[in-house]
């Protein structure tokens, strides 16, 4: 189990050989893997694990082969400049003069072109089908098989349009090995014996897959607190001592560290972590919301993704989640009625026959964006002993298991079993201000 922290903290005084900074599911899987590898191993984590502050808490766990197309895809500036007056759109830039939201968009929009995103996507599938594996695996073992369901899923579309368009790309998917294809109206209605849908049409995927958040997040982490990995919670970090190339001590609000290797994995809160290190990460928070309902008795069984709305629909026993809407506007947590309204409205328009229900939960969470759509993923230059595992963005929970365990064969020295070239921390450069540490700092 997590440690939970005493009213008066003493200073921590064990040295791990890896300390992870981040209990995000990210985090998680870095400090799994590291274990596995030997090392002893603590995870500082800032607020609780799988606590509302984490991106992990409250998203809807698509995992699996479908959702690789990273979000710098061509079209999409176009497509967001007419989004931008509609206040229950699912996509917002909150306009602002902020020279790191400046120079973000000024990558994001170069990122925007055909070459780079399929680039992106056959990297992301590739990481995608490495995480469904594992996930499988782990989830095979009983604490936690009931939070993971990988029955398939379905992407429904309302329009003509957007049904021909989802088509016209279901060849080139399929020959990326995402197994997708176009479902006929007998199809839908036996894998949907309850729902009324009101579309156009709609596609399966064999390999979709979801996780139940919270409960997977805290349930690995107990698994970690099984093999031995120490978790302190409310620990945040809040700087760092280096020399030369290496990473010395790394302090945290109740005490330092000072452990052989260290991985930043703080989410959309990485860059902010490791400013004083000037290794150069681009990340926006990126703002999504989920609406957590009573399940009523006619929804649907699989999770879906309505196309057009850009809303996930996730199944969780008596209970059904919705989450959708990408903005940018900082780190501003405030539930937007409208934006959440929109949410609602477009499960209305697929699903009009759906029961209305109670409302449990309405959340909000930062995904942690780079421009191009890929982590940043490996060693930290100029240091020695830091790596770095972040930017999953919108799909973090199926990235994150092959993420820690590239990680931990980084920090083995094992070559890694995919090329990291693409996702290396240092491609947008330094930060502002690079140069080269110094002592003490
Ligand atoms: C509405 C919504 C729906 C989504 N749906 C999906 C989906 O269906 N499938 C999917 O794959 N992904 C989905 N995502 C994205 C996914 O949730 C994220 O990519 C993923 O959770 C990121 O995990 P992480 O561990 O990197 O970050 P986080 O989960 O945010 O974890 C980072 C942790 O670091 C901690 N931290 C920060 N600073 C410090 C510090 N200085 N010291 C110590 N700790 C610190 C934070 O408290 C936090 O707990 C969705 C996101 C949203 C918002």
């Known amino acids: 189990m997590p440690t939970m922290p005493s009213p008066n903290p003493a200073p921590l005084r064990y040295d791990p050989d890896v300390l992870v900074i981040g209990g995000g599911v990210v985090g998680l899987f870095c400090a799994y893997y590291l274990r596995r590898a030997g090392n002893s191993v603590t995870v500082v984590e800032r607020g609780p694990v799988g606590g509302l502050q984490s991106c992990s808490y409250g998203n809807t766990g698509f995992v699996g082969t479908q959702g690789a197309l990273p979000l710098a895809e061509p079209g999409v500036m176009a497509q967001g400049l007419r989004w931008l007056l509609n206040p229950e759109s699912p996509f917002y830039i909150r306009p602002r003069p902020d020279p790191e939201l400046m120079s973000w968009l000024w990558h994001f929009r170069r990122a925007c072109n055909e070459r780079d995103a399929k680039a992106g996507f056959r990297v992301l599938v590739d990481m995608k089908k490495r995480s469904l594996g594992i996930l499988r695996e782990l989830c095979a073992s009983d604490g936690l098989a009931s939070t993971f369901t990988a029955q398939g899923m379905l992407l429904a ?26 479902l006929g109206p007998g199809e839908l209605r036996a894998l949907e014996p309850d729902a009324e849908f009101d579309i156009h049409g709609a596609l399966y995927n064999e390999e979709g897959a979801y996780l139940r958040v919270p409960d997977f997040v805290t349930g690995l982490a107990r698994r970690l607190g099984d093999m031995g990995v120490e978790i302190h919670e409310h620990t945040g970090v809040v700087g760092f001592e280096v020399a030369g190339a290496e990473v010395r001590r790394v302090r945290t609000v109740h005490g330092d560290f000072s452990p052989r290797e260290t991985v930043i994995a703080a989410g959309t809160w990485s860059a902010e972590c490791a400013r004083g290190l000037d290794i150069g990460l681009k990340l926006q928070p990126a703002k999504g919301y989920s609406v957590t309902v009573r399940a009523p008795g006619n929804a649907p069984r699989l999770p879906v993704l309505l196309g057009e709305g850009k809303v996930a629909l996730v199944p969780l026993g008596d209970r059904l989640r919705f989450g959708g809407t990408l903005e940018l506007s900082g780190m501003d947590t405030a539930i937007s009625r409208s934006r959440v309204d929109g949410i609602l409205r ?62 931990a064969q980084l920090v083995a020295g094992e070559r890694p079993e995919m090329d990291l070239t693409p996702l290396r921390p240092g491609r947008y450069g330094g930060g502002p201000s690079r140069r080269r540490p110094r002592p003490g700092r």
Request: charged share 15%.
């Open 157 to 182: 579309y309302r329009t003509r349009q957007g049904f021909e368009k989802a088509c016209r790309a279901v060849p080139g998917t399929v020959a990326s090995g995402v197994p997708l294809r176009v």
């Open 346 to 407: 477009t499960v209305q328009v697929y699903l009009p026959k759906m029961e209305s229900t109670e409302t449990l939960e309405t959340w909000s969470g930062f995904r942690p964006c780079s421009p191009d759509g890929l982590p940043f993923l490996g060693r930290a230059a100029p240091y020695r002993n830091l790596s770095v595992a972040c930017g999953h963005g919108h799909i973090g929970m199926g990235l994150a298991p092959v993420s820690g365990r590239l990680i």
